[in-house]
């Protein structure tokens, strides 16, 4: 029998998770002569997602391998083992009905592996990694690698400020800006947990140069939506924290207290400039002003047009990939992929998906709060993490990964709290 944390284990857990941020690198931003792309190994300068799922295959299969020997496991709440099995067997059914019906012309083998990595990846990440490591591990390993990335991508910023920023946007040392956005977030709301956690005051440091570094660098990408989970995750996390120590009181005073301040003085101002950069009227960071109601409407009814040619099976996996008969990578296209997790839902999988995507939503909430009376500050700050981006889960696309960042991120924490929930323990 093997134990959870036996070192290879820890090993292939902490490559898998590394990977996640490794694949979304640009080696352009460090000024390096890259090719744009090269052969099935190099992708936008960086690591192509050939290359990305590959590794992921190879790490994540012995850890699999090694987790049915493992018998001291985190214990996954039964309703997510169900719905993860509704989401397994639904998939499967959908994508095989649409390679008899609406598929026929593209290639049923690319069908099946783009089905095959999805799973394997929510498998993976959503279940193996959470049943075998602590959340605390979890919570520190992931801050100190996004720490460390959005702390280079500033000082890029400040020594070669045009290499980090893509239409406008600042995108770090990242191909895009969802990969910047992704990491200076969870950066932030992390440092949070481990700066309350830490008893070293040069770790201390640490967490309060990556918060401070992390929150600037989401206003550089001026997404608004990141913003604003950002500051909801400060402020829940400040009014959960118990404080036990004089020094824990005077931080949690201090800061509500300035909270409290600046919303007295500038509250007025403060929501009027909310309330222009969701209409359009103003700009925030360095993006153009946009009407962010009417921009999600745009892609609510866009989608919709696409889930309704198809809306019992859907148009699988591949179909944002899909240009004619040939599906390819770099064949991507955003009008597509309708940013509305139950308008992409059913564009994925029809009405099926639909439902369950409406389930994932109640289990998310309930799993959150449920976390969040927890006493432990790792399993509380990751449930803060996934109460803070509910909203964006709901205006984002649905996170079926075939090697996204995010998508991988986010089933981890759903792993997390699933085994933060759940009664039997270890």
Known sequence: MIRARDGRILFLIKALVALLFLSKISLGSFLLPVPYSFSFLIFQQGMHPFVNVFLCFLLGLP????????????????FY???????????????????????????????VGALAVSLFMVVIYGMIIPSLWDVKDFMYFVQRWSGVL??????????AGGAVFKGGRFVGVFKHIPHMVTCATVAFVFSLGTLLEDRKMKHKVFSALVLAGSFFAIILTGTRSSAGAAVLAFIVTMVLHKTETNE???????????????ALFFGTQVYDFARGVATGQS????????????SRWEEVERGSQIFLQQPWLGHGLLS???SGNEVDVSNYNAMKDPHNIFVSAGVIGGWPLIVLAGISLILMLV??????????????QVAIYLLSHIPILVIYHIHLSLGGMADRLYWMVF?????????TGK
Do not use: C, Y
Not at 92 to 108: D, G, H, K, R
């Open 63 to 78: 850890l699999g391998l090694m987790w049915l020997k493992v018998r001291d496991r985190h214990h996954l709440s039964g």
């Open 81 to 111: 083992k169900l719905f993860v099995f509704a989401l397994i067997l639904t998939m499967t059914v959908q994508t095989l009905l649409q390679i008899s019906f609406v598929n026929t012309e593209e290639s049923p083998v690319m069908q």
């Open 150 to 159: 959005v702390l280079i991508s500033l000082v890029l910023w400040l020594v």
């Open 248 to 262: 824990g009181r005077i931080f949690k005073f201090a800061s509500l207290s300035i909270l409290l301040t600046f």
């Open 283 to 294: 700009s925030l960071g360095t993006r153009e002003a946009q009407d962010g109601i009417a």
């Open 320 to 322: 944002k990939f899909a």
């Open 367 to 380: 799993g959150s709060f449920k976390a969040l009376v927890s006493f432990d500050i790792s399993k509380r």
């Open 415 to 423: 792993g997390f709290i699933a085994a933060s929930v759940s009664r």
